[in-house]
T-cell receptor, first 113, second 115 residues
Framework: KQEVTQIPAALSVPEGENLVLNCSFT??????LQWFRQDPGKGLTSLLL?????REQTSGRLNASLDKSSGRSTLYIAASQPGDSATYLC????????????FGEGTQLTVNP | GAGVSQTPSNKVTEKGKYVELRCDPI?????LYWYRQSLGQGPEFLIY????????DSGLPNDRFFAVRPEGSVSTLKIQRTERGDSAVYLC?????????????FGEGSWLTVV
């Protein structure tokens, strides 16, 4: 059974800091890994999708890496801003589970002005 | 509409009652998913539709939960004899196809409270 773990569960940083969120998964047989953002009371917004054959993806100040063999992914946020405050979720799609996503419990990020 | 639309946005119901939650996916998206998210947890998969058929319903917790998508667009999640443990946000998502790599778009969820 695939398990996804995110560390830390919560993080509070001052504005301008660079930060790293971590995601680990137990079954390396994945199709892809996605990072989502969830604002309070809202749905999920896809930030980055990394295919299993890729090592990283970048979008603006966000960079996500994937080490499939070790079951790890990181989301790097550069020059954090108060508007980045949200919960960040990683999710994996397994090779044997069709289109089902397995999510971690998320990292709640607060960026203080 | 431009995004995935879910109704109602909030529902309070009494224990034992029947509830229906509706999802209107992005036009043209053949794949539709239901997830359930409890407070402080990540979403958990419930069911996946490809067109009108349920391609994977292995996440439905028990036989009180049922979902349909009769015309391959709108889907309804049905919960019978609701229990307090059913209280959660029910998220619907859609993608163009069910193929790996397609971006999955989520709605804002239906917040269900069973009292």
């Amino acid at each position: 059974k695939q398990e996804v773990t995110q560390i830390p569960a919560a993080l509070s940083v001052p504005e301008g800091e660079n930060l790293v969120l971590n995601c680990s998964f137990t079954d390396s047989a994945i199709y892809n890994l996605q990072w989502f953002r969830q604002d309070p009371g809202k749905g999920l917004t896809s930030l980055l999708l990394i295919q299993s054959s890729q090592r990283e993806q970048t979008s603006g100040r966000l960079n996500a890496s994937l080490d499939k063999s070790s079951g790890r992914s990181t989301l790097y946020i550069a020059a954090s801003q108060p508007g980045d405050s949200a919960t960040y979720l990683c999710a994996v799609m397994r090779e044997t589970s069709g289109s089902r996503l397995t999510f971690g419990e998320g990292t709640q990020l607060t960026v203080n002005p | 509409g431009a995004g995935v639309s879910q109704t109602p946005s909030n529902k309070v119901t009494e224990k034992g009652k029947y509830v229906e939650l509706r999802c209107d996916p992005i036009s043209g998206h053949t794949a539709l998913y239901w997830y359930r998210q409890s407070l402080g947890q990540g979403p958990e998969f419930l069911i996946y539709f490809q067109g009108t058929g349920a391609a994977d319903d292995s996440g439905l917790p028990n036989d009180r939960f049922f979902a349909v998508r009769p015309e391959g667009s709108v889907s309804t999640l049905k919960i019978q004899r609701t229990e307090r443990g059913d209280s959660a946000v029910y998220l619907c998502a859609s993608s163009l196809t069910g193929i790996s790599g397609n971006t999955i778009y989520f709605g804002e969820g239906s917040w269900l409270t069973v009292v």
